[in-house]
């Protein structure tokens, strides 16, 4: 179980485990929450993804349950609960199963993002329907530090914490500052930068999210051969680094178009097609090249494989009710 605050890098770090355990053969599953998504975070979705998802590394479980098919039948069965779903699913096919060479990785991303309704149906799945299954599958879970999952995972062990600079552990928070470092320092050439990497991670206060923008913004200037002071690459926190880069964005775009696009990908209960873009510059007659957009764009939005936001942060700042935006 790892609890770490917001913009400290959890999800990256899953999804790296997930894509290293994938390339080794050993990942029997990912699920990654997202609030806006109602398949992403919804119990009986977790279920079947998992299900699903073990059916192509173990002919023998996809056997047993009888395949997808098999999977989606007993999905669509709305008299069928969490439980019985957890028992039909994964506890009698796994336990059928012969016990593998290796161990199988089950990484879940981001529990506090489930819906608050639904939260509870999750917690209790893992924290006391997981453990019955067999000792060969193990999990690697993240989420912030919500109360409801505080409490419920507080007696696990390993229990691993990252925190922001907040005071509340020091030791968590220098290891993770050093994680930090390391990262800076294999994306960045300092010699370029009349600063060091302990100077930008002193910036970071312990957020990823923060040194991702960081380094982009460095390697941008040493790409043009410009030398900037690390207080014009950033200044105050995440949020005031963020709202200033939506300023540049609603520069370039356009009080029109920026209402458009961020409007939009705020109230869409999940996350916009790549196409959406297209969409929009031809609903409005815009002269603007798509490119164009998609470069003002690219330091809030994920274009990997839908229009979406690159983290909880930047929708949290545009929804919180002090938000001027």
């Not at 993804?49 to 996809?62: F, H």
């Not at 912030?144 to 505080?150: E, G, L, S």
Request: net charge neutral; glycine share 6%.
């Amino acid at each position: 179980m790892l609890l770490g605050d917001a913009g400290v890098g959890k999800s990256v770090m899953a999804g790296v485990l997930a894509k290293n355990s994938a390339a080794e053969g050993n990942l029997a599953a990912a699920y990654f929450c997202r609030d806006r998504d109602d398949t992403r975070n919804n119990p009986r979705y977790l279920l079947g993804t998992i299900a699903c998802q073990l059916c192509k590394c173990n002919a023998q479980y996809s056997n047993f349950v009888g395949g997808e098919g098999g999977i989606r039948k007993f999905l669509s069965n709305s008299k069928i609960g969490i439980q019985g779903l957890f028992t039909k699913l994964l506890q009698e096919p796994l336990t059928k199963c012969n016990t593998p060479c290796e161990r199988k990785l089950i990484v879940i991303d981001a529990l506090d993002e489930t819906k608050y309704e639904s939260r509870e149906d999750f917690l209790d799945v893992i924290t006391r329907r997981f453990p019955m299954l067999p000792k060969w599958l193990v999990f690697f879970i993240t989420s912030r530090p919500v109360d409801a999952v505080k409490f419920r995972f507080k007696n696990y062990n390993p229990c691993i914490k990252i925190c922001a600079k907040n005071g509340e552990n020091l030791e968590f928070y220098r290891q993770h500052e050093q994680d930090i470092k390391l990262f800076l320092e294999k994306s960045v050439d300092f010699s370029r930068f009349p600063y060091s990497a302990d100077d930008v991670v002193e910036k970071c206060k312990g957020m990823f999210l923060c040194a991702f923008h960081i380094v982009k913004d460095l390697n941008a200037a040493a790409l043009s051969g410009e030398i900037i002071q690390l207080d014009d690459v950033f200044q105050g926190d995440i949020q005031d680094y963020l709202l200033e880069n939506v300023s540049r964005v609603f520069q370039k775009v356009g009080e029109n178009l920026f209402k458009k696009l961020f409007g939009c990908a705020i109230v869409a209960p999940s996350p916009l097609p790549l196409a959406f873009i297209a969409f929009i510059l031809q609903r409005e007659k815009s002269n603007l090249e798509e490119w164009k957009v998609i470069d003002a764009l690219s330091s809030f939005f994920d274009f990997d494989k839908s229009f979406d936001f690159r983290h909880n942060l930047i929708s949290e700042l545009f929804t919180e009710k002090e938000s001027s935006w």
